[in-house]
């Protein structure tokens, strides 16, 4: 089966090469045989990577070591789901995933718009198999996940070895959140070749009008969706198996997952300037240009270890490859600016800096300012070794002292966006639109303060999240109440029906709603509280009103590991709250250790006890109490479902003629009585 792999591999290269070559010709002869000739060679590139995918799958389902990405990432003890997760643990498989990924993406392309967009698709269809061939150029001749392992016997000749057993997996990555993030970060990061490959194609067709915007913003929010989602699962994998108490750090593979958000997040938003006024065309193509580059530079230091990263792989020579990809990336984007940069020009201007096409741009602003802020900081290791000889790391305090003002900034322009107009606001509407959801913000902030929020930016922070909760709350108000009014409807159907005539904009609303939740949760950690103590049994340990009573201590022998756990009995006000089980966990086939944090959660707050070790046989716990943290993870939740609304296709209103009952002889016409025109959604 490896065998069979490789070659389909291999096989998937040589298909990739024609169909970028022949993608290349097509494009200059418009020979439409050579142009669905490149096209099927696109979708048979992806087929071959499927199977290639699945060999592999296979071999560590066998439990077949004597390849040596197996035997590297597995063993026999190992549960099958975390055989399955093990295809993306380590570099040369993380790799071949990511063709996989982006190989779904293109064959869902190439089949979507096969027989649509004819001067377009070409083009794109050379972009991606592009980007696909250099991928497979990796796991073809660079990193393969195929090889065999072997040793050198007395004639010369190499004899394949197969292992009784493997290395296992490592210790961290045996989770179920490591078995769903990397899966959901890699789609975010693949999914963005799709609006770049638009984009540039775009640009180098001079395709008319904006039809490329329409066609990537659905790839787009797909793309940011499942990065979203793999940012939060990676933080709760964090959080719940590291147990150094909280769920973001800064770290630089933390911080690459962030860059492309950013700017993907910036691009969702100024793209709706383009589409309502022809404005900042040049600065959405290069928003694109840009995520996807961040995507590459992610990929980079993951993989290149140039900086040093607990979610990092070990140093390799594999990220000068990367380097190379993305120089060349560089290149060919300013190339085809500057060749075609008048395709570009703005059809208007800002009329008003008090209109919803300023907050856009601020909103911009604020985005790409965190993003060069996050990446200066992520990238000053290296640049200091570079220039000085020695590496100097910033850490935690630098980036939320940038960050932490910029991120209340863009909350505040979250709130003030939807209640300003296109063009230019009237001082009357300011006042109609701002004031209920500014007295809502500062009572909000009088209440935060009065339960014991003194900390300047979580004061600050919480009358903010109020704000902007108020002025959606506002907006579906308004809008239900018109269809209330019209249809009859309770106000729960009338904000459904309102969400699906415009699902693109309540949607968004929704995604907003939940980035308040995140930040009320992030509010929280400025009065976060730990204790660390030496436990013998029987002892009790204080914190924030609960009292930690360590009943006993236990073993328990799991198929791959054996759990040493403290048995917790949790107390408040005297009263029983339940048992926590921290536990720490070593592996013999890996030989790690690695620690299961025990949460108790509500809404006001997490206790979060670590079973930190022993000291001359006495175990260690550390305790934390951390605010707010479960309204981080509703508020991820929300934000996903907000994107799913928005992804779906608005309803369509209707006319339905409805007979209506009217007095006898009143309007009668030949025995015809009039019929009510009532206004009703397809569908419903």
Same mark, same amino acid.
């Given at each position: 089966?490896?065998?069979?792999?490789?070659? +389909?591999?291999?096989?998937?290269?040589?298909?990739?090469?024609?169909?970028?070559?022949?993608?290349?010709?097509?494009?200059?002869?418009? &020979?439409?045989?050579?142009?669905?000739?490149?096209?099927?060679?696109?979708?048979?590139?992806?087929?071959?990577?499927?199977?290639?995918?699945?060999?592999?799958?296979?071999?560590?389902?066998?439990?077949?070591?004597?390849?040596?990405?197996?035997?590297?990432?597995?063993?026999?003890?190992?549960?099958?789901?975390?055989?399955?997760?093990?295809?993306?643990?380590?570099?040369?498989?993380?790799?071949?995933?990511?063709? $996989?990924?982006?190989? /779904?993406?293109?064959?869902?392309?190439?089949?979507?718009?096969?027989?649509?967009?004819?001067?377009?698709?070409?083009?794109?269809?050379?972009?991606?198999?592009?980007?696909?061939?250099?991928?497979?150029?990796? !796991?073809?001749?660079?990193?393969? #996940?195929?090889?065999?392992?072997?040793?050198?016997?007395?004639?010369?000749?190499?004899?394949?070895?197969? %292992?009784?057993?493997?290395?296992?997996?490592?210790?961290?990555?045996?989770?179920?959140?490591?078995?769903? &993030?990397?899966?959901?970060?890699?789609?975010?990061?693949?999914?963005?070749?799709? %609006?770049?490959?638009?984009?540039?194609?775009?640009?180098? +067709? @001079?395709?008319?009008?904006?039809?490329?915007? &329409?066609?990537?913003?659905?790839?787009?929010?797909?793309?940011?969706?499942?990065?979203?989602?793999?940012?939060?699962?990676?933080?709760?994998?964090?959080?719940?198996?590291?147990?150094?108490?909280?769920?973001?750090?800064?770290? #630089?593979?933390?911080?690459?997952?962030?860059?492309?958000?950013?700017?993907?997040?910036?691009?969702? &938003? !100024?793209?709706?300037?383009?589409?309502?006024?022809?404005?900042?065309?040049?600065?959405?193509?290069?928003?694109?240009?840009?995520?996807?580059?961040?995507?590459?530079?992610?990929?980079?230091?993951?993989?290149?270890?140039?900086?040093?990263?607990?979610?990092?792989?070990?140093?390799?020579?594999?990220?000068?490859?990367?380097?190379? $990809?993305?120089?060349?990336?560089?290149?060919?984007?300013?190339?085809?600016?500057?060749?075609?940069?008048?395709?570009?020009?703005?059809?208007?201007?800002?009329?008003?800096?008090?209109?919803?096409?300023?907050?856009?741009?601020?909103?911009?602003?604020?985005?790409?300012?965190?993003?060069?802020?996050?990446?200066?900081?992520?990238?000053?290791?290296?640049?200091?070794?570079?220039?000085?000889?020695?590496?100097?790391?910033?850490?935690?305090?630098?980036?939320?002292?940038?960050?932490? %003002?910029?991120?209340?900034?863009?909350?505040?322009?979250?709130?003030?966006?939807?209640?300003?107009?296109?063009?230019?606001?009237?001082?009357?509407?300011?006042?109609?639109?701002?004031?209920?959801?500014?007295?809502?913000?500062?009572?909000?902030?009088?209440?935060?303060?009065? $339960?014991?929020?003194?900390?300047?930016?979580?004061?600050?922070?919480?009358?903010?999240?109020?704000?902007?909760?108020?002025?959606?709350?506002?907006?579906?108000?308004?809008?239900?109440?018109?269809?209330?009014?019209? !249809?009859g409807a309770s106000w729960l159907a009338s904000c459904v029906?309102?969400?699906?005539?415009?699902?693109?904009?309540?949607?968004?609303?929704? /995604?907003?709603?939940?980035?308040?939740?995140?930040?009320?949760?992030?509010?929280?950690?400025?009065?976060?509280?730990?204790?660390?103590?030496?436990?013998?049994?029987?002892?009790?340990? !204080?914190?924030?009103?609960?009292?930690?009573?360590?009943?006993?201590?236990?073993?328990?022998?799991?198929?791959?590991?054996?759990?040493?756990?403290?048995?917790?009995?949790?107390?408040?006000?005297?009263?029983?709250?339940?048992?926590?089980? #921290?536990?720490?966990?070593?592996?013999?086939?890996?030989?790690?250790?690695?620690?299961?944090?025990?949460?108790?959660?509500?809404? @006001?707050?997490?206790?979060?006890v670590v079973y930190a070790g022993t000291t001359d046989g006495? %175990?260690?716990?550390?305790?934390?109490?951390?605010?707010?943290?479960?309204?981080?993870?509703?508020?991820?939740?929300?934000?996903?479902?907000?994107?799913?609304? +928005?992804?779906?296709?608005?309803?369509?209103?209707?006319?339905?003629?409805?007979?209506?009952?009217?007095? +006898?002889?009143?309007?009668?016409?030949?025995?015809?009585?009039?019929?009510?025109?009532?206004?009703?959604?397809?569908?419903?």
């Open positions: 089966m490896d065998v069979f792999g490789s070659f +389909a591999l291999i096989l998937a290269f040589v298909c990739a090469v024609y169909a970028f070559c022949g993608g290349i010709a097509a494009i200059l002869t418009r &020979h439409p045989l050579l142009v669905k000739s490149t096209r099927q060679a696109g979708i048979a590139v992806c087929g071959l990577i499927f199977v290639s995918t699945l060999s592999l799958v296979y071999l560590f389902l066998t439990d077949n070591f004597s390849v040596a990405y197996v035997a590297g990432h597995s063993n026999r003890d190992l549960a099958t789901f975390f055989k399955v997760a093990a295809l993306w643990s380590g570099q040369e498989g993380s790799l071949l995933f990511w063709s $996989f990924l982006l190989a /779904v993406y293109v064959v869902s392309v190439l089949i979507a718009y096969r027989n649509k967009n004819g001067e377009l698709m070409p083009y794109v269809g050379v972009i991606l198999a592009g980007v696909q061939l250099f991928f497979l150029t990796i !796991s073809n001749f660079v990193a393969s #996940p195929f090889k065999s392992l072997g040793v050198v016997n007395a004639a010369g000749a190499m004899d394949l070895v197969a %292992p009784r057993d493997g290395n296992g997996l490592r210790a961290v990555l045996q989770y179920v959140e490591m078995v769903i &993030h990397p899966p959901n970060l890699y789609s975010g990061y693949t999914g963005f070749t799709i %609006p770049f490959a638009f984009a540039l194609a775009a640009l180098l +067709a @001079r395709y008319p009008g904006e039809k490329w915007i &329409h066609l990537t913003r659905k790839w787009t929010m797909i793309a940011w969706c499942f990065q979203t989602m793999g940012i939060l699962l990676g933080a709760h994998w964090a959080y719940a198996v590291l147990g150094w108490g909280g769920y973001w750090g800064w770290d #630089p593979v933390e911080n690459a997952s962030l860059l492309p958000w950013l700017t993907g997040t910036a691009f969702l &938003h !100024s793209v709706m300037m383009q589409e309502k006024r022809g404005m900042m065309k040049v600065w959405n193509v290069w928003l694109v240009f840009l995520t996807f580059m961040l995507c590459v530079l992610g990929t980079l230091l993951t993989r290149s270890g140039v900086v040093s990263s607990v979610h990092s792989f070990a140093q390799s020579s594999i990220g000068n490859w990367f380097v190379g $990809f993305l120089a060349l990336v560089i290149v060919v984007c300013l190339a085809a600016y500057f060749k075609n940069r008048d395709y570009l020009k703005s059809e208007n201007q800002l009329d008003s800096m008090v209109s919803r096409e300023s907050s856009f741009l601020f909103n911009n602003l604020v985005l790409l300012v965190a993003c060069v802020a996050v990446l200066s900081g992520t990238l000053f290791p290296v640049f200091s070794e570079w220039f000085t000889g020695n590496r100097i790391s910033v850490g935690a305090p630098f980036f939320n002292k940038v960050n932490v %003002p910029l991120g209340l900034l863009l909350m505040l322009l979250t709130g003030v966006g939807p209640l300003l107009a296109w063009r230019k606001t009237s001082p009357e509407s300011l006042k109609r639109n701002f004031r209920g959801p500014a007295i809502a913000g500062l009572a909000g902030g009088f209440i935060a303060f009065a $339960f014991g929020f003194r900390e300047f930016y979580s004061l600050v922070c919480l009358t903010l999240c109020v704000f902007v909760a108020a002025t959606i709350l506002q907006e579906f108000y308004r809008g239900a109440k018109v269809v209330r009014v019209r !249809s029906d309102l969400t699906l005539r415009n699902t693109r904009r309540y949607g968004g609303y929704i /995604v907003h709603f939940g980035m308040v939740m995140i930040f009320i949760g992030l509010a929280g950690q400025a009065i976060n509280r730990e204790v660390e103590k030496e436990m013998p049994v029987g002892s009790t340990l !204080s914190i924030g009103g609960y009292d930690l009573l360590l009943q006993s201590m236990d073993q328990k022998q799991e198929k791959n590991y054996v759990a040493e756990r403290m048995i917790v009995e949790v107390m408040k006000n005297q009263k029983p709250v339940m048992l926590l089980y #921290p536990e720490r966990r070593n592996f013999p086939a890996g030989e790690e250790s690695g620690t299961m944090v025990a949460i108790y959660s509500t809404l @006001r707050e997490d206790l979060y006495v %175990p260690t716990m550390h305790v934390f109490i951390n605010p707010l943290v479960k309204w981080v993870w509703w508020g991820g939740m929300v934000v996903v479902m907000g994107t799913l609304v +928005a992804l779906l296709p608005n309803r369509a209103a209707v006319v339905v003629l409805a007979r209506k009952e009217v007095p +006898a002889g009143a309007g009668e016409v030949a025995g015809l009585r009039p019929a009510s025109v009532t206004l009703r959604e397809a569908g419903k």
